[in-house]
T-cell receptor, first 109, second 113 residues
Framework: GQNIDQPTEMTATEGAIVQINCTYQTSGFNGLFWYQQHAGEAPTFLSYNVLDGLEEKGRFSSFLSRSKGYSYLLLKELQMKDSASYLCAVMDSNYQLIWGAGTKLIIKP | TAGITQAPTSQILAAGRSMTLRCTQDMRHNAMYWYRQDLGLGLRLIHYSNTAGTTGKGEVPDGYSVSRANTDDFPLTLASAVPSQTSVYFC????????????FGPGTRLTVL
């Protein structure tokens, strides 16, 4: 079957760095996405990885290892507004997104 | 640019009643999707449409139907609602020159009693 695993909840301190991991098993692979979702709002796109390695975009970076079925999202210089759920999703062989349940990130001052 | 709009924002519906959730996008995206999001679960695909005139079933299609008469609109209909359809419903679209990411509407919170 298809499966996306990520931690349910993480807590970090304002100004610090946090890494959110995602492991996946899917039928085919056409890229991995990270989305941010604030409570009561729609998911918004953060990053896309299709090749192995690190993609950096400002304070956010995303890493992919296709051979390990593994990705992480790295958030630096955490701000209170980063408190949100972070959703990992894999595009399968049918170009449909398979979603993880999301990681709720709590930022403490 | 409005992006994707959904209506209504929220709704309380009696079991057995029918309802259509509306979704409209102005980005001329070819692909559109309906998801439901329940606590503790990932977004689950209900139905999708790769282009106007075509639709397909997702992971959880039972009890739902869709149509795609044109590029902009992708309504989702519940023919006879049941309490297990209580959820937050998101419409999304993908396409254009921006890449493969999906853009989401604001969601409809539906409660079936």
């Amino acid at each position: 079957g298809q499966n996306i695993d990520q931690p349910t909840e993480m807590t970090a301190t304002e100004g610090a760095i946090v890494q959110i991991n995602c492991t996946y098993q899917t039928s085919g692979f056409n890229g991995l996405f990270w989305y941010q979702q604030h409570a009561g709002e729609a998911p918004t796109f953060l990053s896309y990885n299709v090749l192995d390695g690190l993609e950096e975009k400002g304070r956010f970076s995303s890493f992919l290892s296709r051979s390990k079925g593994y990705s992480y999202l790295l958030l630096k210089e955490l701000q209170m507004k980063d408190s949100a759920s972070y959703l990992c999703a894999v595009m399968d062989s049918n170009y449909q997104l398979i979603w993880g349940a999301g990681t709720k990130l709590i930022i403490k001052p | 640019t409005a992006g994707i709009t959904q209506a209504p924002t929220s709704q309380i519906l009696a079991a057995g009643r029918s309802m259509t959730l509306r979704c409209t996008q102005d980005m001329r995206h070819n692909a559109m999707y309906w998801y439901r999001q329940d606590l503790g679960l990932g977004l689950r695909l209900i139905h999708y449409s790769n282009t106007a005139g075509t639709t397909g079933k997702g992971e959880v299609p039972d009890g739902y139907s869709v149509s795609r008469a044109n590029t902009d609109d992708f309504p989702l209909t519940l023919a006879s609602a049941v309490p297990s359809q209580t959820s937050v419903y998101f419409c999304a679209s993908r396409g254009g020159e921006g890449g493969d990411e999906q853009f989401f509407g604001p969601g409809t919170r539906l409660t079936v009693l």
